[in-house]
């Protein structure tokens, strides 16, 4: 078992930045992806960035591409999610969630059906 903790969310103005974080606990030797999800008010959940634990190639969605940066510290068991250049359609609540299987391919670390593990979710409100 993983459980996973976010924080770091906020209210924030447009423009600003946040740093999500992640800490992982248990199992997490059995970590293979870490991902980052959102579902802003009213929508789906949707993907916004992975991380593979062990070799660190990261992934993006395109609407998040050159603002956000997803790194982790192995050590700490913790995955950060940094967010620059913040729009009002960044608005959701932020969620991170773990696998233990090693996924490269958009088909899956893009899944939210996919990952076993969830943490609570931390809230994030870009202003005008």
């Known amino acids: 078992q993983v459980r996973l903790v976010e924080s770091g969310g906020g209210l924030v103005q447009a423009g600003g930045s946040l740093r999500l974080s992640c800490a992982a606990s248990?199992?997490?030797?059995?970590?293979?992806?870490m991902g980052w999800f959102r579902q802003p008010p009213g929508k789906e959940r949707e993907f916004v960035a992975a991380?593979?634990?062990?070799?660190?190639?990261?992934y993006y969605a395109d609407s998040v591409m050159g603002r956000f940066t997803v790194s982790r510290d192995n050590a700490k068991n913790t995955v950060y999610l940094q967010m620059d250049s913040l729009k009002l359609e960044d608005t959701a609540l932020y969620y991170c969630?773990?696998?233990?299987?090693?996924?490269?391919?958009?088909?899956?670390?893009?899944?939210?059906?996919?990952?076993?593990?969830w943490g609570q979710g931390t809230q994030v409100t870009v202003s005008s």
């Open positions: 248990g199992d997490t030797f059995d970590i293979g992806t």
């Open positions: 969630a773990a696998d233990p299987t090693v996924y490269r391919t958009n088909l899956y670390y893009t899944n939210s059906r996919i990952y076993d593990y």
């Open positions: 991380i593979i634990w062990s070799g660190g190639s990261t």
